[in-house]
């Protein structure tokens, strides 16, 4: 037994004068289609927008906690300073030793809150004069 015989005719079309018609639907498909991959894709970056903002203020926010706690740690080491330098015990040393300053004898004390008068001229701070007649220099009272 052998297989059959195809045989095949051929047939000359002339398809040139046929005009394809558009499918109506065809338009509105692909335009929804293009809107919701557009609307998706909007959704997407703004997400990835937002994310990436939530980030860079995580670290805005780490970054401004260090300089706080780093003028804070200098606010108090500058209080510290203060405090040293208006201890009245360092004031009454530098008066004595190096401007040569010393306790006014006691009949020219005026206690505060007495009934005493102000005197009418007014009396200025004298330092004694130098033993060798050499000007003293001026003395800062961060020293």
Request: a positive charge.
């Amino acid at each position: 037994m052998g297989s059959p015989v195809q045989v095949f005719w051929v047939k000359r079309i002339d398809n040139t004068r046929l005009c394809r018609e558009r499918d109506p639907g065809y338009l509105r498909e692909t335009s929804a289609l293009i809107a919701g991959t557009l609307v998706c894709l909007t959704i997407v970056l703004l997400c990835a927008w937002m994310q990436f903002g939530a980030v860079h203020a995580g670290y805005r926010l780490e970054e401004l906690r260090a300089q706080h706690d780093k003028v804070l740690e200098w606010n108090r080491n500058l209080r510290l300073e203060q405090a040293a330098l208006l201890d009245p015990m360092r004031i009454d040393q530098l008066a004595r030793n190096r401007l040569g300053l010393a306790e006014p004898p006691a009949h020219e004390l005026t206690p505060l809150g007495s009934a005493e008068t102000i005197p009418a001229a007014p009396v200025l701070a004298r330092a004694p004069a130098a033993a060798n007649g050499r000007a003293q220099k001026p003395v800062s009272l961060a020293d």
